[in-house]
């Protein structure tokens, strides 16, 4: 039975307190970082033997097997290790390349040899099944030699090939309904629940990424969860570095653009990229420095015919231009990026480790319009930074706990310049074009857009892990996040008539109109248990998740007065938000039929805060103090007394290994999606109305995945994903209800397909390689269109049913090939990629709502400006070519 409570005494919070507490005095524990490895040991005749020595030492980790033959392992770091067996009397087996996955099981069983001489050590390379049969739900594992094979550079690169995922939605949910996290710890922003890091291939060691239900330690997530578990210092000095170059080709019709807007630069993408590893000076210790620069321009370039000083006459159509007519490009990404990672195993069963990971980023989006001033247009500016401490201890050989302790440190800027009082934007004004002048370009002005968000967040997250048998696992955990969040506008640039003339005031910091940057210190809590039990063939995890929510904001106590200004009204002052708590049980069963093929069945409930910003922009119900019946709006407002979002999922799958190298994952899931943020429209006591955000959208997913996996059998390897869904719900968007009551259609709740509804996903990956000498992969994406609103006339009232059309189907392939050569301990690799291989235009993009076509409009001189606007496209096909090198000490 699932629960939702909102309460405003005491006892949930001292209740709260009592488990946090006991979870500490236990000395809690991480997950996400680290795997179980377990297994039996027999002798040639397939009698078990115990007594047997089973080493990891790299990890600095073994047990014993018991009379049965069997042993298990806790607590290993993810990666890929040998495995040493040994007992007096046998021949030792060393096995290779055993593959360790985070919160996840790898099964290893060895025979052994008697020798009665001295015989050599047997080696053999281990070989991960094709099927894992004890996995409960949906979850796919990228391994970091996986990674290197594969056409991606980013994180969202891999989490976007896999099945259930479109464009970051996990199947069929809103955006920001996924778990971000770093070595088992959230890294999500909370003022937008999304990712507050980049992260590059070259600082992975593992990702996960689970797409239907999930564990009861993994909370603020309705949709998915993907961890990115980072590479780890070597016990051995190791270094790699890695350069590539390259740009846009253009097809030969260059999209129709203006050569003198487009050109291929191929030093438009570059990627320079070095690491080292090894031990530090204090036995048991080891280190990790990576760092990167990236520079990316988009293919499109302005001239600067103008600049943003300049003075034209349009009222008389005189222009004058003093620009140099240098190109610039209109969008381009300048970033450094990092991490530095110290680990420490200077003490007995224990493991410290200390790791910050950092991004900054200078950039700038493309704005067709400013392609002639293109020295007007804003500016981002992003650094982001998340460090903190590790502890693990290891209590015995079956029992251990770690506690992490992070800040996620986020601020991004959106501004031309960074003081308000700066006074080029009195020198250019706005940005100012002419219609009948190269379609409207702006030919003088700056952008006005002043925009601040950050966000620091201390995150405490452990957990207690205890096999308590060898085939049960119970562990217990808590998280606490206190996110200290900022945003707004740092100074508001208007025009107002000072003595009759019109003069640009700046306005600061002047509630409720110009609230400037506003401030909130909400904080979240959870706790948990997770109970994973292998009876027989049969594995049953079962959980439980407390979650506790408190906004420390205050709102009217009566709606109806919202600003407590309206006359004869009662009062209305301001009251605290309630607390939220919920409880959300988990369940997952997986069932071996065969010894080759299982079933499984998953059941949650998710629960999750909607994104801060939604709940605490336009929160200051003041602004409504001269709010009358048929007056001027005041927007959407805030509201920090939401209860959290639910989902509840469920999914039954089949999985079977069909050889050794081929093997099947078929998934059949539903998702009840309840208490989403939606609007609803307030009603005062003097007949005025205004919108405000609560928990009124609701919406529901149903759909399957079919997944092949062929392992590589001589060159080749493949992976084959489909997925089918119907997503479906009253709005995409929180504001939509507000927005389409604002144009004047009706706001009433129905079902209709969420935009994002991609009916048919078809990915498919192909690699041809030989170890240590060449591979070649090929990354396929088919997928039908997307939802959009048809019109059938120009102007207010054409359109038929919302999302009633759907967009053309689309192709996209990208290509990775590389070649690699050695010399010494020296490894050298030539690489090419090539994204967007056949130049397609139109992926699941910009369509006229007239001809449901990104190509033409039945309105061409209505719609002249965006069939001009090259922006609508796709990025064409991008080039890159690059050397990566790698060597050090050998072991």
């Not at 996995?135 to 030699?145: K, N, Q």
């Not at 088992?184 to 990424?209: A, F, H, K, M, P």
């Not at 209109?330 to 069963?349: C, D, I, M, P, Q």
């Not at 009876?535 to 929510?549: M, P, Q, S, V």
Request: charged share 20%; glycine share 10%.
């Amino acid at each position: 039975m699932c629960r939702h409570r909102n309460g405003r005494g005491v006892p949930g919070v001292v209740a709260l307190g009592v488990v946090l507490l006991s979870l500490c005095g236990a000395q809690a524990a991480l997950a996400g970082t680290s795997g179980k490895l377990s297994g039996r040991v027999l002798d040639q005749k397939k009698q078990p033997l115990g007594g047997v020595n089973v080493a990891v030492p790299a990890a600095r980790l073994g047990a014993a097997t018991d009379l049965q033959g069997r042993y298990s392992i806790i607590g290993i770091p993810a990666g890929t290790y040998d495995v040493k067996f040994n007992l007096l009397g046998y021949a030792p087996v060393t096995v290779q390349n055993v593959l360790i996955s985070s919160d996840n099981t790898t099964s290893l069983d060895a025979t052994m040899t008697e020798q009665t001489v001295m015989t050599k050590e047997v080696v053999v390379t281990a070989r991960r099944p094709v099927v894992d049969l004890k996995i409960t739900s949906t979850m796919a594992t990228v391994s970091r030699d996986d990674i290197k094979k594969l056409p991606v550079q980013e994180l969202t690169d891999l989490v976007n090939l896999q099945a259930g995922v479109v464009d970051g939605h996990f199947r069929g949910g809103r955006a920001g309904e996924v778990q971000y996290q770093v070595d088992g710890v959230s890294v999500n922003n909370s003022y937008d629940n999304t990712s507050s890091l980049r992260l590059d291939r070259s600082l992975i060691e593992e990702v996960q990424v689970i797409s239907g239900t999930f564990d009861a330690e993994y909370g603020q997530a309705m949709s998915g969860v993907v961890n990115a578990v980072l590479r780890r210092g070597t016990e051995q000095f190791r270094w790699d570095a890695e350069l590539l170059a390259g740009g846009f080709a253009y097809g030969r019709d260059r999209r129709g653009i203006d050569p003198a807007f487009s050109e291929f630069n191929p030093l438009g993408t570059h990627n320079l990229q070095a690491s080292m590893s090894g031990p530090l000076p204090v036995p048991g210790s080891f280190f990790l420095l990576s760092a990167r620069h990236y520079g990316f321009e988009d293919y499109l370039y302005g001239t600067r015919l103008f600049v943003p000083t300049d003075s034209a006459d349009l009222a008389r159509k005189v222009f004058r231009p003093s620009g140099d007519s240098k190109k610039l490009p209109l969008g381009y990404n300048h970033e450094w990026s990092g991490v530095a990672k110290l680990t420490s195993r200077g003490f007995k069963g224990s493991e410290l480790n200390y790791q910050a990971v950092f991004d900054a980023q200078e950039s700038q989006r493309s704005n067709w319009g400013f392609r002639l001033d293109p020295d007007g247009e804003s500016g981002q500016h992003t650094f982001s930074i998340v460090h903190g401490l590790d502890w693990t201890q290891t209590l015995r050989k079956t029992l251990y706990y770690t506690s992490s302790v992070r800040q996620n440190f986020f601020h991004y800027q959106d501004m031309r310049f960074p003081d308000a009082y700066d006074e080029r934007y009195d020198e250019a004004g706005p940005p100012l074009g002419d219609a009948s002048y190269q379609l409207g370009a702006y030919v003088q002005g700056v952008d006005f857009t002043r925009f601040e968000q950050k966000t620091s967040t201390i995150v405490w997250k452990s957990s207690l892990v205890d096999q308590i048998t060898r085939d049960q696992q119970i562990k217990v955990g808590a998280e606490f996040q206190w996110p200290r969040i900022w945003f707004g506008n740092p100074g508001t640039l208007v025009y107002t008539q000072v003595g009759g003339v019109n003069r640009l005031v700046r306005h600061e910091n002047e509630p409720p109109n110009y609230p400037g940057v506003q401030y909130y210190r909400p904080y979240l809590a959870a706790a948990y248990a997770q109970e994973d039990l292998e009876w027989n063939d049969l594995r049953i995890r079962a959980g439980l998740r407390f979650e506790y929510f408190n906004a420390r904001a205050a709102l009217p106590s009566d709606l109806e007065n919202p600003a407590n200004s309206i006359a004869g009204a009662p009062p209305s002052p301001l009251r605290p938000t309630t607390r939220k708590t919920s409880l959300a049980p988990r369940l997952g069963v997986s069932y071996p039929v065969t010894k080759d093929a299982a079933l499984f069945f998953a059941y949650g409930h998710f629960y999750q805060m909607p994104a801060m910003g939604d709940l605490f922009r336009n929160a200051d119900y003041s602004i409504l103090k001269d709010l009358q019946s048929s007056g001027v709006t005041y927007g959407v407002m805030g509201n920090p007394d939401i209860k959290p979002e639910e989902t509840v999922q469920y999914q039954f799958g089949y999985k079977q290994a069909i050889t050794e190298w081929l093997g099947v994952d078929v998934n059949v899931f539903y998702k009840d999606v309840r208490d989403l943020l939606g609007v609803e429209f307030i009603t005062t006591y003097n007949d005025a109305e205004y919108p405000r955000l609560t928990n009124v959208d609701f919406g529901n997913v149903i759909g399957f995945t079919v997944a092949f996996e062929q392992r590589q059998r001589g060159l080749v390897s493949t992976a084959l994903d489909y997925t089918w869904q119907l997503g479906q719900g009253n709005s995409s968007d929180p504001r939509e209800t507000a927005t389409r009551a604002a144009a004047g259609e009706d706001p009433r709740p129905r079902e209709i397909p969420f935009v994002w509804d991609q009916r048919h996903t078809l990915n498919m990956t192909v690699t041809l390689s030989r170890a240590n000498d060449f591979s070649l992969s090929s990354v396929v994406r088919v997928v039908s269109g997307q939802p959009y609103t048809p019109a059938i006339a120009a102007g207010f009232g054409g359109g038929l049913g919302a999302n009633s059309g759907r967009k053309p189907s689309a192709l996209l392939v990208d290509l990775r090939g590389e070649k690699t050569l050695r010399t010494g301990d020296t490894t050298m690799s030539l690489f090419a990629r090539a994204f967007n291989l056949f130049d397609t235009r139109y992926f699941n993009g910009f369509v006229f709502d007239n001809s449901g076509s990104p190509y033409y409009s039945r309105y061409p001189t209505t719609d002249r400006f965006t069939l001009a606007d090259p922006t609508r496209y796709y990025a064409p096909r991008r080039i890159e070519i690059g050397v990566s090198l790698g060597g050090g000490r050998s072991s």
